[in-house]
Nanobody, 114 residues
Framework: QVQLVESGGGLVQAGGSQRLSCAAS????????MGWYRQAPGKQRELVAT???????NYADSVKGRFTISRDNVKKTVYLQMNSVKPEDTAVYYC????????WGQGTQVTVSS
């Protein structure tokens, strides 16, 4: 069955860095365009970054230049390197495919303190 397991969240100071991981199973990972999403308290889930099977990346304007998405097809894992984090990056972070059609995982909480 399809499973997405996010990890790597935690408490980080503004200006710091955090690296998130998402391990996927039950999908043809190497063919899938994958994405990171986030949901802040009281807000809708939003797309943060995507990476396709050719390693082309796209980012939301709010994170461009600070976050980097990458993937390891052997490990079936997608990563999100978060640098220069801001308090407004505080959210639960999820991964999914680029169309968000897979069952959602539990997410990983990132809290940025000012």
């Amino acid at each position: 069955q399809v499973q997405l397991v996010e990890s790597g969240g935690g408490l980080v100071q503004a200006g710091g860095s955090q690296r998130l991981s998402c391990a996927a199973s039950g999908i043809a990972f190497s063919f899938a365009a994958m994405g990171w999403y986030r949901q802040a308290p009281g807000k809708q889930r939003e797309l943060v970054a995507t990476i396709n099977n050719g390693y082309k990346t796209n980012y939301a304007d709010s994170v461009k230049g600070r976050f980097t998405i990458s993937r390891d097809n052997v490990k079936k894992t997608v990563y999100l390197q978060m640098n220069s984090v801001k308090p407004e990056d505080t959210a639960v972070y999820y991964c999914n495919n680029a169309g968000s059609t897979l069952p959602w995982g539990q997410g990983t909480q990132v809290t940025v303190s000012s």
